[in-house]
């Protein structure tokens, strides 16, 4: 079957994905993997598969947003994907987890307008604990900080009059801030599939802590680095309990 969108058909997929939002950083996944090949590029999506440890891995890039993510997640998830982790960047709400830092999304609060078109507004939208656990596990055994906790998923990337949201998340506990994971969460249990996140942080969204935007440094390409390989370990554990 053709995946109409991201033109890529169901056999060639396998039941774990790897997604994230840059294309060109879906390549660098791939290319962490063995007999890689791409399958297409089409508009934001590019997908690629190949093997860990023998286990076949889709690699796909969703874009930037929760409803062209979503897209691609259901897409994903029709062509056979059971098992969805994303990889990507997020904004930082507190001083003891900076930059460089890795965050593995427990759940995520529903700031964003995709998921309120599809489940009531007091639905969850909740990872699944497994894969939590294998991404954390995974993260540990890297050489930096990880925690694991709540994200939020904001549409809004520039502010406008509005003021963001930050202040009261971060009071409530959240860890940090992003645009894909709840959108990611609802339609894998919508759909009765596997979702987990980790991102690496690449700044302060936190007003009091807000510095000049620059993901481009060192240390959050080594962070990147790290959360890519603790995805692909994840989907490793995850392989070895089924």
Do not use: W
Not at 75 to 85: F, M, N, P, R, W
Not at 90 to 101: K, L, Q, R
Not at 151 to 170: C, I, M, N, S
């Amino acid at each position: 079957m053709l995946l109409p969108i991201l033109q890529v058909h169901s056999e060639d997929l396998s039941p774990y994905a790897i997604v994230c939002g840059d294309p060109f950083r879906a390549e660098v996944i791939a290319s962490k993997l063995d007999h890689s090949k791409e399958l297409a590029f089409s508009r934001e999506y590019r997908t690629f598969v190949g093997e860990f440890q023998g286990v076949p891995i889709t690699v796909a890039s969703h874009g930037v947003g929760s409803p062209g993510a979503a897209v691609c997640f259901e897409e994903l998830i029709k062509g056979g994907v059971k098992t969805l982790i994303r990889v990507g960047t997020a904004g930082s709400y507190s001083a003891d987890v900076p930059p460089g830092s890795l965050v593995v999304s427990t759940a995520a609060v529903r700031e964003e307008g995709l998921t309120r078109q599809l489940v009531p507004h007091g639905f969850p939208a909740v990872a699944d604990l497994d894969v939590v656990q294998a991404l954390y596990e995974a993260a540990s055994e890297t050489e930096g900080l990880v925690r694991r906790g709540i994200t939020v998923t904001l549409d809004a990337f520039f502010q406008g009059v509005e003021e963001f949201p930050h202040r009261k998340y971060k009071q409530a506990g959240a860890l940090a801030v992003e645009m894909e994971i709840a959108a990611l969460y609802v339609i894998a249990l919508l759909r009765g599939v596997r979702a987990g996140a980790i991102v690496a942080l690449d700044g302060y969204a936190d007003a009091d802590l807000r510095e000049v935007y620059n993901p481009h440094t060192d240390v959050v390409a080594h962070a990147v680095e790290r959360e890519i390989m603790t995805a692909i370990r994840a989907v490793i554990k995850l392989h070895a309990k089924a």
